[in-house]
């Protein structure tokens, strides 16, 4: 019996018409998460085979170090770093951190510094939990600079200062030096992230997924790099010689760009550095410390690692890290993620294979350019 105001056939029509489009729906749907999956799947298959597999520490030596590291005495260490900047000393010890971001800073880079705080070096995590952001640096190698660097300590309180020399040869040297003042000066900070200058850091995406996590300790998160191989060119500014150190391979350590790390897992590193040779790259350095201490580094894909993520909000409001930013865009990029509204799920689904899709095209642009340039020397020459 047809309703009122229309037919049977009519009727029928709707429900085929009702089947034809949630059909369509589903097609839609299903080349989407088809095109999703192959977008993803280089990350998926790495986030599968970089997962972290715990390592033993029943041996001796990271037993030894576990235990040192829980038993380490600090007011030796503060009588000890005397060449730290006091005054960023004071600003961390006296307060509970959630999050410590230290940043790896060259002296000559003001601008930058003044860049990350005004914008992601000045934000706080979700709730209100204390997210603080420090500089470490070497010694400038001009007088001149030397002094800005002394008057910019003073006038912000955020330096860590080494005694060294800044330059590339010493940046592992700042790696040790930075953890050795977080253990020694910002003990009841919880996570400790280490970042390079030219990196942008989502500050409460971050902070949000700390919160949400149930381990709470031998935490090393990062963007795992496996199968890394020392620098055996004598004429590199990175040259590792094999008497330093002598295997074929690093063990698996998260990329420089950023890391982080538990506050427990700063102690450790910081007793299993001394039998570590300053020579290997800092991140690596790093690594080789975690591992003696039953550490495994962690994967995560929301690390950009050496990769510039081509902007979009909602992407750049659930990735981690992006690295290579322009001071321009640090400032542009903070203030978009940080206004407006959360982004809904399915915006952040599309924004990331948006992200992924430019970035992809980004890095073939780059790779046909390098060609044409090898290619063009190889005529020239």
Not at 144 to 173: M, N, V
Not at 207 to 228: F, W
Request: glycine share 6%.
């Amino acid at each position: 019996m047809p309703g009122p105001g229309g037919t049977a056939g009519s009727g029928r029509q709707q429900l085929t018409l009702c089947r034809l489009r949630t059909h369509q729906w589903c097609f839609i749907l299903s080349n989407v998460l088809l095109f999703h999956a192959l977008l993803f799947g280089a990350d998926l298959l790495e986030q599968y085979f970089l997962r972290s597999l715990p390592l033993s520490y029943t041996d001796a030596k990271a037993l030894e170090i576990r235990e040192r590291a829980r038993k380490l005495d600090l007011d030796p260490l503060k009588a000890n770093l005397s060449y730290s900047s006091s005054s960023a000393a004071e600003t961390c010890s006296s307060r509970e951190v959630f999050l410590l971001i230290v940043v790896h800073s060259s002296p000559e880079n003001g601008t930058r510094r003044d860049a990350i705080r005004q914008s992601w070096g000045n934000a706080t995590g979700p709730g209100g939990y204390s997210v603080l952001t420090l500089f470490a640096v070497g010694r400038a190698a001009s007088a001149s600079t030397q002094l800005q660097i002394s008057e910019e300590a003073q006038k912000h309180r955020d330096i860590i200062e080494g005694s060294f020399i800044d330059s590339p040869q010493t940046q592992t040297q700042k790696m040790l030096m930075s953890v050795e003042w977080t253990v020694t000066f910002c003990p009841r900070a919880r996570y400790v992230l280490h970042a390079a200058q030219d990196v942008f850091v989502g500050v409460p995406s971050l902070a949000g997924y700390l919160l949400s996590l149930t381990q709470l300790e031998d935490i090393y998160l990062g963007r795992v790099v496996h199968h890394g191989v020392p620098d055996r060119d004598p004429r590199s500014p990175g040259f590792v010689p094999i008497h330093q150190y002598p295997e074929q391979f690093y063990p698996d350590f998260c990329h420089g760009s950023a890391f982080l790390m538990s506050q427990d897992v700063a102690r450790k590193v910081y007793v299993a550095a001394r039998e570590v040779p300053l020579a290997v790259p800092p991140a690596a350095f790093v690594g080789i410390c975690a591992k003696r201490a039953g550490i495994a580094a962690r994967h995560s894909s929301r690390f950009a690692g050496d990769k510039h993520i081509s902007y979009n909000r909602c992407c750049y409001k659930f990735i981690f890290t992006s690295s290579h930013v322009r001071e321009d865009e640090l400032f542009k990029d903070w203030k978009e993620t940080s206004d407006g509204e959360d982004c809904s799920l399915l915006e952040t689904y599309y924004s990331l294979v948006s992200c992924k899709v430019l970035t992809y095209i980004d890095k073939f642009k780059e790779f046909k350019l390098d060609r044409i340039k090898n290619e063009l020397l190889h005529f020239v020459n």
